[in-house]
């Protein structure tokens, strides 16, 4: 009996381990909203959908209002009568929230993708550079205040403070764009319209028909 006990005891946690092995296995990152947003990590969203369904228009105006209630924007679009890509930029911090609206279409969403990159080090990098720069100019200023100066370090000085501004406002600018595409994620949205749960055409079928 205590045999029979054992062996029974075996086959359950087999079973147990067999069963959660599985249920791990179905895991997938892109099916996973989960976003990270309280980091110190600069990291830049892609997200990348197809939609299909007989009421394409309808999905696309609830999804437009959607972005619209998140704060969000259209960036990009393409739109006909058999097919549709928007690109949509969303608030980082509300991407989790909209994935998950997006998600609700379920047996609509036929394909999902999230990628992600970490820009941190060439952030970091960008920072560095203007802090350097910063401290140059200001040391720069400070020689303009010696009494003792002559007029053409002056001028120098001054065409040295110059070339220090326009370098600032370049990487300013770059350090601005890494701030946009860090704060705001770009979801691409491919609309495909569907009679019957079958795909009516795909940009190969329109242009052989043009």
Excluded at 87 to 96: G, Q
Excluded at 107 to 116: A, H, Q, R
């Amino acid at each position: 009996i205590m045999k029979k006990r054992n062996l029974f005891i075996l086959i359950i946690l087999c079973l147990f381990c067999l069963l959660t092995s599985c249920s791990e296995g179905v895991v997938d990152d892109s099916t996973v909203n989960n976003v990270e947003t309280d980091t110190n990590r600069k990291i830049v969203y892609n997200v990348n959908y197809t939609i299909e369904s007989n009421k394409v228009d309808d999905i696309k105006k609830e999804i437009n209002k959607k972005v619209i209630e998140y704060n969000g924007y259209i960036s990009n679009s393409t739109d006909n009568e058999k097919k549709a890509e928007y690109s949509y930029k969303i608030p980082t911090e509300k991407l989790n929230d909209f994935l998950d609206f997006i998600d609700s279409y379920d047996n609509k969403v036929i394909e999902k993708e999230i990628k992600s990159k970490d820009i941190t080090s060439n952030y970091n990098s960008i920072e560095a550079q203007i802090e350097a720069l910063e401290a140059t100019k200001n040391t720069y200023m400070n020689m303009l205040k010696n009494e003792d100066i002559t007029m053409s370090e002056v001028i120098s000085i001054n065409e040295s403070i110059e070339e220090i501004n326009q370098k600032l406002v370049y990487i300013h600018n770059q350090l601005a764009s890494q701030n946009n595409i860090v704060d705001y994620s770009l979801v691409v949205i491919e609309y495909c319209i569907t009679w019957e749960g079958t795909l009516l055409h795909s940009f190969n079928d329109v242009e052989n028909e043009v």
